[in-house]
């Protein structure tokens, strides 16, 4: 029974100074890998969905996700969670709710300030009612091919205020990390990251978790961070895994997911093991 509120699993990483890893998993073998890794190494972890892969691609629903989690979460021993990532439609966050995401993320880092504080109350007021979690995001927090805008970085005095107003549970950071491959080495401000961490409360939460370096993660997981959020590289290798054994001969198609879910196990057991957890 260790499927676990995303608030508590990140309350035990705070305790701890580290970080639980969130991973963008998209199919049963992207999520059944993080759960199998987590429990080989007696590691909490999250399993997130990108709304889109659930509408318009329909590449999985609501339901069918949340209940995977859950199902496979239940036969292991370490706290597993599950988290719809970016979105920034009510309805749709509160429908995922329903279909049994215990946390959600409202996005409304591209709103002006006094509406994302508005709309994001409005989720944590129904989430909180509802038995599930907020995450918000504050900054920008862009994508990695564009160079990225300092001024865009989160202000601690700003992000005292809206955990203040909001009420939400953990917050997304713009500190120098963005969506995707970063074009040159990424450097996260550290300095604003002692500075939000001091001026709130909340859980704060990294972004574009590919290509970061281990030295800086591991720097961030001590200084405040107590979520990665982790997808291009996951989902860039599972793409890659099922092109390899489904043109591969000699491999039968019912063998296929079994040797696509080795090649993210591996993969997990090497980056899960950067949590402290
Ligand atoms: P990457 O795709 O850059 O790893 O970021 C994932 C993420 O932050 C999901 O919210």
């Known amino acids: 029974m260790a499927f676990l509120r995303v608030r508590e699993i990140l309350k035990q990483a705070d305790e701890k100074k580290t970080s639980v890893i969130a991973f963008n998993c998209i199919d049963y073998s992207t999520i059944y890998s993080v759960i199998a890794v987590a429990e080989e190494l007696n590691k909490p972890a999250i399993c997130m969905l990108y709304p889109e892969h659930a509408y318009g691609k329909n590449v999985i629903n609501l339901a ?5 989690v859950k199902s496979l979460a239940e036969r292991v021993s370490v706290p597993i969670g599950v988290h719809l990532d970016h979105s920034s439609d009510y309805s749709f966050i509160i429908e995922a709710i329903k279909s049994g995401f215990t946390s959600v993320m409202y996005d409304g880092a591209m709103l002006p300030l006094e509406e994302n504080i508005a709309n994001t109350r409005k989720v944590v007021e129904t989430a909180h009612l509802l038995g599930a979690d907020v995450e918000a995001e504050l900054g920008y927090i862009g994508l990695a091919e564009k160079d990225l ?16 107003e909001t009420g939400v549970d953990s917050l997304a950071i713009a500190i120098g990390s963005a969506h995707g491959i970063y074009a040159s080495t990424p450097h996260l401000d550290l300095q604003r990251l002692d500075e939000i961490n001091a001026a709130t409360e909340a859980f704060l939460v990294l972004h574009g978790g590919t290509g970061i370096p281990e030295d800086q993660l591991e720097a961030a997981f001590t200084r405040g961070i107590n979520k990665l959020n982790v997808g291009t590289e996951y989902l860039r290798l599972w793409k890659s895994s099922m092109a390899k054994y489904t043109m591969d001969e000699t491999c039968l ?20 093991q950067l949590t402290k957890m």
């Open 64 to 68: 069918g996700f949340a209940s995977t």
């Open 149 to 164: 805008d300092t001024d865009a970085y989160t202000q601690p005095e700003i992000a005292a205020r809206f955990v203040n």
């Open 253 to 272: 198609p019912e063998e296929a997911p079994g040797k696509v879910q080795e090649q993210l196990m591996n993969y997990l057991r090497k980056k899960m």
